[in-house]
């Protein structure tokens, strides 16, 4: 029987979790579940206020990774200046596949969401489920832009506010 293939994170490390985003290595320790050894990694969500204990050799399997590049952010806020892609399918079934990109823990997937839902201040009002989306998203792509930039997550915010606020057609001359 093979092993799994096993994630080296260290103590201190980001990772990203798909379903919750960003996290903290805390510590990889030894426990013992129904009768078996585990070796665990133990991560932090600082914001959540949650710890999440994931098997090393399982790692792999659930999609945890490291961080994203710096280029992949750069593709992610080429995203962002993209022009947005609603598509004309139900909101049940179109908050269904957003609700799936921000859970791949894909960072251009999660980019998408932000700009198909960002609303200009002229467009109309969101709906409570859209606007719960897009926050969601929107502080995914912060949270891993300011680890990746080692930036406060305050000026992760502002820069993917800018690129979102440039985008927006010139208001039309009278």
Do not use: C
Request: aromatic residues 6%; without cysteine; proline residues 4%.
């Amino acid at each position: 029987m093979s092993k799994s293939k096993k994630l080296d994170f260290s103590p201190n490390d980001f990772v990203v979790y798909p379903s919750h985003g960003v996290g903290k290595v805390v510590s990889i320790e030894e426990q013992e579940i129904a009768g078996m050894n585990l070796e665990l990694f133990v991560i932090s969500f600082e914001k959540d206020k949650m710890t999440l204990r994931v098997p090393t050799n399982k790692a792999i399997e659930v999609g945890m990774r490291s961080l994203s590049s710096p280029d992949v952010v750069n593709q992610a806020m080429k995203t962002l200046k993209g022009k947005a892609k609603v598509k004309r399918a139900m909101w049940s079934r179109r908050a269904q596949e957003y609700e799936q990109k921000i859970n791949s823990g894909d960072l251009i997937a999660i980019a998408e969401v932000v700009r198909d839902l960002h609303r200009a201040d002229d467009q109309r009002e969101q709906s409570y489920s859209e606007r719960q989306l897009y926050e969601a998203a929107l502080d995914r792509l912060t949270r891993e832009v300011a680890a990746v930039s080692g930036d406060e997550e305050m000026d992760a915010q502002k820069q993917i506010n800018d690129v979102l606020i440039s985008r927006a057609p010139p208001p039309a001359a009278a």
